[in-house]
């Protein structure tokens, strides 16, 4: 399973599941068609509440509760599950429509149907690959069975941009035009913000040249004069509040404890659940200057840059925090520590890479370093369509930190004078009318003037 149809269902269960006032408030049992455990399962989806799950496959892998013989027959009786589950399933099936009717058949009255499959993407037989679906697929899949489709999401993330659509007996009035959910702790990530009680020097060192906040961001609005300012992270608001325009922070579980200004609104979202919503994006000034320092994992903070880029310019400024972790502790993805970075440090060597028009500089930072990435192009796809691939590489990498990350072998120091020209340079490239020509001089002056020299402290 890939990490997009992971998420995607996650939203689908959140959205159609949790919120359902009956679903959502009695013991549950599932059924997931297709569900043998390769590369990752949906059942830690239904955490939320008492579940009985059980897995139906051909496959002989371990956790399939019923062995399927091939036949598209479901062994179970009518109207039996409250909610019936399917992944990356149909495209493998030569006659899935068969199998969708024994779905429809085992559903309850009130209960629903997830199917995500694939729009499109490579071959890859298990141990056959059949088909790619439209939208219109799913509606032909309903309207034969007597269902109706109550959701639908076509995702943007490649390659096999997968189609999640919900199905439902009949149209749930009292779910229409509800607020999806914010956040749900047993389904969404954990947001690990509370640190764990260690103090233990050589783990918990801090490094770096100047503090973050308030001192380096200060410089940096300073330079760049944002006319709007975004952030996702906002959690005590310490960054927001350094802020002098309008500006938007967004947050599942904000805990603010700073004052803030009138202009500074704090949206509770999750960063992708705000971006997946054009009544949210539609109040976004031009994105001249953005802060990335939410959920500490490589896949959060690659998405927040990947949905943050699609609504900037070649002259916006992108920081993304936490790219330096001082210890191979500070890494890890479970926090085990006060200083935590998880493994953000992977984005750097992701922009270099697949995306080599970014300019993507380190910066020596307090306590964990920031990461400033310069020309934003909105039309490129690149992340978008690799996706899957970029972050299953990524994350299937060593956890542990290369010598040059921990180190900061290629950080510049925020005091250097180059980062203040790049800065004010970048005034003027958000006003030009070739800005992407403009944006070459920026190139010009950081490629003549790296590697620089830098100082460390270490505290």
């Known amino acids: 399973m890939h990490y997009s149809s992971f998420d995607s269902m996650r939203r689908a269960v959140k959205n159609h599941v949790v919120r359902d006032p009956d679903l959502g408030q009695r013991p549950l049992r599932v059924l997931d068609v297709g569900g043998a455990d390769v590369n990752g399962s949906y059942r830690t989806l239904f955490r939320f509440q008492p579940t009985e799950y059980l897995v139906a496959d051909v496959a002989d892998e371990p956790g399939v509760d019923i062995r399927l013989d091939g036949s598209c027959t479901l062994p179970l009786d009518d109207r039996s599950f409250d909610v019936v589950v399917s992944g ?26 997830l199917v995500a499959v694939p729009s499109t993407g490579p071959v890859h037989r298990y141990p056959v690959d059949c088909y790619r679906f439209n939208p219109d697929a799913m509606e032909a899949l309903a309207a034969d069975n007597g269902l109706v ?28 035009d509800v607020e999806p959910l914010a956040y749900v702790p047993s389904i969404d990530d954990d947001l690990q913000n509370d640190a764990p009680d260690t103090d233990v020097p050589d783990v918990e060192k801090s490094a770096g040249d100047m503090v973050v906040i308030p001192t380096v961001l200060n410089r940096i609005h300073a330079a760049v004069e ?4 975004f952030e996702t992270g906002v959690y005590l608001g310490g960054s927001l509040a350094q802020a002098k325009c309008p500006s938007i922070g967004i ?13 500074h609104e704090v949206a509770i979202s999750l960063s992708d659940d705000f971006f997946l919503d054009p009544a949210q994006t539609a109040r976004l000034g031009p994105l001249d200057l953005v ?41 890890r993805r479970q926090r085990c520590t006060r200083h935590w970075t998880g493994d953000v440090w992977k984005i750097i060597p992701i922009l270099q890479i697949a995306r080599p028009d970014l300019v993507v500089i380190p910066l020596d930072t307090v306590p964990t370093g920031t990461l400033l990435v310069l ?13 899957d691939y970029i972050l299953g590489d990524a994350l299937a990498s060593s ?46 002056l950081i490629s003549g003037a790296q590697p620089r020299r830098i100082t460390r402290k270490v505290s």
């Open 149 to 176: 489709v109550a959701g639908s999401h076509l995702d943007a993330r490649g390659p096999f941009h997968d189609l999640v659509t919900v199905f439902r007996r009949s149209l749930r009035l009292d779910l229409v």
């Open 226 to 229: 944002p006319r709007f300012y």
């Open 291 to 331: 802060y990335i320092d939410g959920m500490h994992l490589l896949e959060n903070a690659l998405m927040d840059f990947m949905n943050v880029e699609r609504h900037a310019h070649p002259g916006s400024v992108i920081l993304v925090d936490d790219i330096y972790p001082n210890h191979p502790l500070q890494a």
């Open 88 to 113: 990356q399933t149909f495209e493998h099936v030569g006659t899935f429509w068969r199998l969708f009717a024994e779905m429809a058949r085992v559903v309850k009255d009130d209960g629903v149907i």
């Open 399 to 444: 956890e542990v930190p290369p010598d040059h990350i921990l180190d900061r072998r290629y950080a510049l120091s925020p005091r250097d004078p180059l980062l203040k020209r790049v800065l004010q340079m970048m005034r003027a490239v958000r006003v030009a009318d070739d800005p992407f020509a403009e944006f070459a001089k920026v190139r010009r």
């Open 375 to 387: 020309g934003a192009d909105p039309t490129n796809t690149t992340l978008w369509d690799d996706f």
């Open 251 to 263: 947050d599942p579980a904000p805990q603010i404890s700073v004052p803030l200004q009138d202009f």
